[in-house]
C-alpha cells in the first residue's frame, strides 16, 4: 500500500511537549519506529508534518493527484474545529484514519469532539505511538478485507 501520514501542529514537539501526556519519545523517534514497521509490512510511506493547516489541505489534496491508497492523519488541536481539514479528507475519497497520541475522550472536554473524525473511517486514541500502527491494520484491513478470511 501507498500510505501518506500527516502530523498537524505541535506534534514536531512530541517528547519535548507536556511529556505526561505525549510521552518522552521524541517526534523523529516515533516516526523512525512507524516508518519501519510500514517497511517491514511492505508500504510505501510518506511521512510529513505541519504547524499550517493549508499545507494539510494540499498534502490531502496530493494523496489523491498521486494516488495515495491511505491516509493515516493526526490532526492535533485541528481535531476540534477544522472543518476545512474534514472536507479536503471527504473530497479526496482516500480512507483515512484518525489518530491521536493520546485518549482524547478522558482529556478537556473541548478535546472529546472531532469535526474530521466523521470524514475519516475511525478514529484511533490513546495508544501513544502504537496508535499509528494500529490505524495502520486498519488501512490494511479496509483495503483487503478478504485477505483476513483466507
Same mark, same amino acid.
Given at each position: 500500500?501507498?500510505?501518506?501520514?500527516?502530523?498537524?501542529?505541535? +506534534?514536531?514537539?512530541? #517528547?519535548?511537549? !507536556?511529556?505526561?501526556?505525549?510521552?518522552?519519545? %521524541?517526534?523523529?523517534? &516515533?516516526?523512525? $519506529?512507524?516508518?519501519? !514497521?510500514?517497511?517491514?509490512?511492505?508500504?510505501?510511506?510518506? @511521512? *510529513?508534518?505541519?504547524?499550517?493547516?493549508?499545507? *494539510?489541505?494540499?498534502?490531502? =489534496?496530493?494523496? /489523491?493527484?498521486?494516488?495515495?491508497?491511505? @491516509?493515516?492523519?493526526?490532526?492535533?488541536?485541528? $481535531?476540534?474545529? %477544522? /472543518?476545512?481539514?474534514?472536507?479536503? @479528507? =471527504?473530497?479526496?475519497? @482516500?480512507?483515512?484514519?484518525?489518530?491521536? +497520541?493520546?485518549?482524547?475522550?478522558?482529556?478537556?472536554?473541548?478535546?472529546?469532539?472531532?469535526?474530521?473524525?466523521?470524514?475519516?473511517? #475511525? =478514529?484511533?486514541? #490513546?495508544?501513544?505511538?502504537? #496508535? /499509528? *500502527?494500529?490505524? &495502520?491494520?486498519?488501512?490494511?484491513?479496509?483495503?483487503?478485507?478478504?485477505? !483476513?478470511?483466507?
Amino acid at each position: 500500500m501507498k500510505i501518506m501520514l500527516l502530523n498537524g501542529p505541535n +506534534l514536531n514537539f512530541t #517528547g519535548i511537549r !507536556e511529556p505526561g501526556i505525549y510521552g518522552n519519545t %521524541s517526534y523523529e523517534s &516515533m516516526m523512525e $519506529t512507524v516508518a519501519l !514497521e510500514a517497511k517491514r509490512r511492505g508500504h510505501a510511506l510518506t @511521512i *510529513l508534518q505541519s504547524n499550517w493547516e493549508g499545507q *494539510l489541505i494540499d498534502w490531502i =489534496q496530493q494523496a /489523491y493527484v498521486e494516488k495515495y491508497d491511505g @491516509i493515516l492523519f493526526n490532526p492535533g488541536a485541528y $481535531t476540534h474545529y %477544522s /472543518y476545512a481539514l474534514h472536507d479536503a @479528507i =471527504q473530497s479526496v475519497h @482516500i480512507p483515512t484514519v484518525e489518530v491521536h +497520541l493520546s485518549n482524547v475522550h478522558a482529556r478537556d472536554e473541548f478535546r472529546r469532539r472531532s469535526v474530521t473524525a466523521p470524514a475519516c473511517l #475511525g =478514529q484511533i486514541a #490513546g495508544f501513544g505511538m502504537n #496508535g /499509528y *500502527l494500529l490505524a &495502520m491494520s486498519a488501512l490494511e484491513l479496509c483495503a483487503n478485507p478478504r485477505e !483476513e478470511q483466507k
